[in-house]
DNA sequence: CTGTAATCGAGACGGTACGTCAGGTCTTACT
DNA sequence: AGTAAGACCTGACGTACCGTCTCGATTACAG
C-alpha cells in the first residue's frame, strides 16, 4: 500500500497514472460487481495496466481497497478539520450522526464499505493502518467536540470518551453491517437522546 | 439452506450423516484455514462428500456456514430459556456481556462467527435468514431481561428496547469486528455502566 | 446386452416396452447430439426409463448402440435373404455397393454407425459380437453372390473370397471412415472395375 | 493445434518445453489408460503442466493427440523421402504393406492409432488437417512408387492410382480398424496379388 | 545526450477452485 | 422382482483468477 513507497528519497519511478487509475477501478467495481466477485485481474484490466503493476505495490486486494479509500478522504474537500460545535450537543451530535448514515445509506458507498469492513475484520495488519489512518483520525474529531461539550458541563467529569464514541456510532455500525433494521433519522435521533440520558429512569 | 428441505412431505431421500458431516467439516475448516481459504471442494473433501451433495442442498458457501451455526444453536444444551435475573440489573447486564465477549474471545469461534458477519454483510437474503433464526430468538431473550427490569421501575418508561439493546451490544460487536480495541471485562462494565447512567451528569 | 436375457427360463420380468424405448432412444440420441456426446443419462431421460434399468441389462454405451442396430436390422423388412444375381457379376457389384454408399450417406445412419464403429474399434468383445450377428451374416450373403460367380467361371478358381471382399468393400469404408474423400457413384464403379480387373494390364 | 501458432512473427510467447510435454504426455497415456479414459486432466498431471495451457492451444482432445503424431512424422529418423523401389513391383508393395501391418500391430501404436482414427471419424476439421498433414503426404509416395510402375508397363495405364492406394490399403485398414480378422503376412501378400491380377481369371 | 536500469502493458505459466455434467451404485416407493 | 426416480460419491469438464514469470517498449536518471 501507500507506505511502500520508497518515501526517503523521494525517487520513486511509480506510474502515478498508474496508481490512480488501480484505485478508481477498484472503488468502481466493487460497487459494481460486488466484494465477492472483485479480482486484481479485473481491477488491471479496467484499469488498463499489467497485473505485475498491481502486485508489486500492493500485497492484497484488501489493501488496495484500503488505498482507494485512502484516496477518498485525502480530496481537500473532505478534509474536515472539525465537527459542528453550536453549543446545543444534542442537536450537533444528532446532524453528525444524520451524515454519517446518509454515507452509509448511498449505494456509491455502501458496497465499497462493507467490503473495507470485511478486509479489516480478517486481516489484523489492515485493521492497524485503518486505525491509524482513517478511523483514528476521525475519531479524533468525534472526541474533541464530546470533550468540549464535557468541558461545558454537559458530559459526566469522569465519562471515558472512547466508551462514549463507541455508544453512539457503534449500533449504527453494526445494524448497518449486520442489516437488522434501516438507518433512519429516527433511529439516529432516539440512539443519541437514549445515549445522553441513559437507559434508567431520571429522577 | 435449511429451509430448502420439503418439510411438509417428509420424505426427502436426503442423507442426514451426510449434511450433518458437511456443517461439522464447514465450521471446522473456517476455524483452520480462515475465511478467505475456505472453498466448497475442501468442505467435500473434508466431509467425505461429492461436491454435487453441497451444491445440491445449499446455494453457497456462506449458506452452509450459516446452516453450521443453526446447527451448533440447536444443540439442546444451548437451549437458553433466559437469561440471569437476580433483580441486580447491572450485575445481570455485565455477567452477560463478560458472557459475550468470552466467546467473541474464544479462538473456535472468533474465525467462523467473523466469517458469518461477512456472509451477511454482504448477503441480504442470508441477513433476514438469520435475523430470524439466529439473532432473533437471542434479541428477544435480551428484551425480556430488560422488560422485566423496566417493570420494576429500573429502566426508563419510554425506553425503546431494541435501541438499548443496540447500545448495550452494539458497541462490542462492532470493536470486535473491526478490531479496535481489545474486549475486556472493564470495557465490558464500563459499557453497561455508562449505557444505564447516559453521557450526561446525573444531577 | 441382449445376450443377457435369461434365455433360458424364458421367464424374465424384463419388461420389453422400456427395452425398445432405450434401444430407440440411444439410435436417435446419436444422431442428435453425436456419439461424443450420447450419454446413458440422456438415453435413460429420452426414453423415460430410469438409469438402473439400463445398466441392469447392458454392461456399456457401446452395448445399448450395438442392440440398437441389431434391433433394426430384424426388422422383417430388411430380412434380405440374399443379393441380387443376375448373371451380370460386375453390375450386380455396383448396385449393391452404390446400396452401400446411399446408406453410408444417409444423414440418418451416419453418425450412429460411425459410433457403431467406433466402439467396435475399442472393444474386442463388442467387435467379436458384431463379426457374429452383424458382419458375419452379411458377408455370408456377399460371398455366396461371389461364389455363384466363381462357379459360373466369372472369378478365379484360386480366389479367396473373403479377400475378395474385403477388396472391394475395404476401401469404402475406409474412406468413409477417414473422411478422405466424397463415397459417389463414380467411385463405386471404378472400385469394382479395377477389383475385377486388377491393377495390371490386361495383355 | 500447430496451426494456431502465429507463425508469422515468430514471437509467439509460447513454452516450446511445455509444448513437448503435452503431446509426449498425451501419446504415452493413450497407450496406457486408452482412448476412452484418456483425459485433457490426466495430459495436463502427467505433462506437469496446468489446465489451461492446453485450453490454451488446442481446441480438443483430439487436437492434441493429432499434433502428438505430427510430432512424431516431423522427427528426422521418420523422414521417409521414398518407398523401396526395386523394380520389382510385386515384392515392394508386400514389403511395405508387410511394415504396415507391423506399426498396426505394434501395441505401442495401437491404441493411439486407433483413437487418432475415432477422432477423424467424428471431426471433419481433424479429418481435413489430417489429409492435410500426414495421410496426404504418405499417399503422395504411394503413388510415386505405383506411377513408376506404370511408366514401366507394370500397371494399367489408365489405372486411377487413388483407387489402386485405396485398394491396396483400405482392406488392411479396415481388417484392423473392425477388428474381423488378424493381420498377417498372408493376408497382406494374398491382397497384393489378389489386387494386381484382379478378381477375375487370367486367360 | 546517451546508456542503463527500473517500470510499464501484456500475457503465458503452474496451480486451485469454481459450478456443472455424467458415470455407476444404491435406496425408496410403486406396480 | 422389476421399475422410475433420484440421491450419492467420484472424477472430469472447461472457466476464472491466483501470484509468478518473462517479454519488448517506454522512461527518467546518471554518467
Redesign the interface.
Known amino acids: 500500500m501507500t507506505t511502500q513507497r520508497k518515501s526517503l528519497s523521494g525517487t520513486t519511478r511509480r506510474n502515478e497514472t498508474s496508481r490512480r487509475a488501480i484505485l478508481a477501478a477498484a472503488f468502481e467495481l466493487v460497487q459494481e460487481v460486488?466484494?465477492?466477485k472483485l479480482s486484481i485481474e479485473g481491477i488491471a484490466a479496467r484499469a488498463g495496466v499489467g497485473k505485475q503493476t498491481i502486485y508489486r505495490w500492493w500485497p492484497s486486494k484488501g489493501a488496495v481497497l484500503f488505498d482507494a479509500f485512502l484516496m477518498l478522504s485525502e480530496q481537500p474537500d473532505s478534509g474536515e478539520s472539525a465537527l459542528p460545535d453550536t453549543g446545543d450537543l444534542e442537536a450537533d451530535l444528532k446532524a453528525v450522526l444524520r451524515a454519517t448514515i446518509d454515507e452509509l445509506n448511498d449505494p456509491r458507498y455502501d458496497e465499497p464499505m462493507?467490503a473495507l469492513?470485511?478486509e479489516?475484520?480478517?486481516d489484523?495488519a489492515l485493521?492497524?493502518l485503518?486505525?491509524e489512518r482513517l478511523?483514528g483520525p476521525m475519531r479524533e474529531l468525534k472526541k474533541q467536540r464530546l470533550r468540549s461539550a464535557q468541558r461545558a458541563?454537559?458530559?459526566?467529569?469522569d465519562?471515558?470518551l472512547?466508551?462514549?464514541v463507541?455508544?453512539l456510532?457503534?449500533?449504527?455500525?453494526?445494524?448497518w453491517?449486520?442489516?437488522?433494521?434501516a438507518l433512519t433519522a429516527e433511529?439516529v435521533d432516539?440512539?443519541v437522546e437514549?445515549?445522553?440520558?441513559?437507559?434508567?429512569?431520571?429522577h
Chains 1, 2, 3, 4 share one sequence.
Do not use: K
Open positions: 460486488g466484494y465477492a462493507r469492513n470485511t479489516i475484520t480478517h489484523p485493521a492497524a485503518y486505525a478511523d458541563g454537559q458530559l459526566a467529569e465519562l471515558d472512547d466508551v462514549a463507541d455508544m456510532w457503534g449500533p449504527l455500525l453494526n445494524r453491517l449486520q442489516r437488522n433494521g433511529y432516539n440512539i437514549t445515549a445522553l440520558n441513559g437507559l434508567r429512569p431520571r
